[in-house]
């Protein structure tokens, strides 16, 4: 059973960066792809970048974060990365990481993986 805990949140002003940390245990995450989604207050839970398992040689970003995010993993440690750069209010919402067992293509495709980390605030305000 994987577990997954994210790290880095916190209140910025936009323009600002943070970087949000997932880590996991309790199995290998290599065998998973991992994605970065996020649910803002009202709207449903979005994609926001997925990247592929073993080495992560692919990514995906949806077009809102394409040029000011990086999605990154570390199998070594067991972590994934979500830089966030230039961030903009409407960035403002829970992060959460999230594994599947399938292709980065599939888990951006909807907010469906098999673990699912329980979430951090992320809020840009000037």
């Known amino acids: 059973q994987l577990q997954l805990v994210e790290s880095g949140g916190g209140s910025v002003q936009p323009g600002g960066s943070l970087r949000l940390s997932c880590a996991a245990s309790?199995?290998?995450?290599?065998?998973?792809?991992i994605g970065w989604f996020r649910q803002a207050p009202g709207k449903e839970r979005e994609v926001v970048s997925c990247?592929?398992?073993?080495?992560?040689?692919?990514?995906i970003y949806v077009d809102s974060v394409k040029g000011r995010f990086t999605i990154a993993r570390d199998n070594a440690k067991n972590m994934v990365y979500l830089q966030m750069d230039s961030l903009k209010p409407e960035d403002t919402a829970v992060y959460y990481c999230?594994?599947?067992?399938?292709?980065?293509?599939?888990?951006?495709?909807?907010?469906?993986?098999?673990?699912w980390g329980q979430g951090i605030q992320v809020t840009v305000s000037s």
């Open positions: 999230a594994a599947r067992r399938s292709s980065a293509t599939a888990l951006c495709s909807g907010p469906t993986a098999d673990y």
């Open positions: 309790g199995g290998r995450l290599d065998y998973y792809a």
């Open positions: 990247i592929s398992n073993n080495s992560g040689l692919r990514t």
